[in-house]
Nanobody, 126 residues
Framework: QVQLVESGGGLVQPGGSLRLSCAHS????????IGWFRQAPGKEREGVSC????????YYTDSVKGRFTISRDSAKNTVYLQMNSLKPEDTAVYYC???????????????????WGQGTQVTVSS
């Protein structure tokens, strides 16, 4: 069965950095994309960044371009989200997800995603 386990969240000051990890298993990497999503209180879940497992192609939502980097380590079955220059508006629960979708569709339409991790809290505050 599909398993997605996030780690690495926490409290960080504005301008700081965090790296999230997503350990995954149970699906075919050649047809699945893996993505990071976030949901702040009172807001809808939004796609942050998605990566195509087969070739490493990436997609970012505009608000994180230049600050966040998604990457994968296929040998470890792990996807990372390096978050730099964090802002208070980045505060949210961050979820890892997997789906047999293109990276743009996956990130733009979270309701189509079937498999989700449990989430990890990221709080950016002084």
């Amino acid at each position: 069965q599909v398993q997605l386990v996030e780690s690495g969240g926490g409290l960080v000051q504005p301008g700081g950095s965090l790296r999230l990890s997503c350990a995954h298993s149970g699906f075919a990497l050649n047809i699945y994309a893996i993505g990071w999503f976030r949901q702040a209180p009172g807001k809808e879940r939004e796609g942050v960044s998605c990566i195509r497992s087969s070739d490493g192609s990436t997609y970012y939502t505009d608000s994180v371009k230049g600050r966040f980097t998604i990457s994968r380590d296929s040998a470890k079955n792990t996807v990372y989200l390096q978050m730099n220059s964090l802002k208070p508006e980045d505060t949210a629960v961050y979820y890892c997800a997997a789906a047999p979708l293109t990276i743009q569709v996956m990130c733009d339409i979270p309701r189509l995603v079937k498999y989700w991790g449990q989430g990890t809290q990221v709080t950016v505050s002084s």
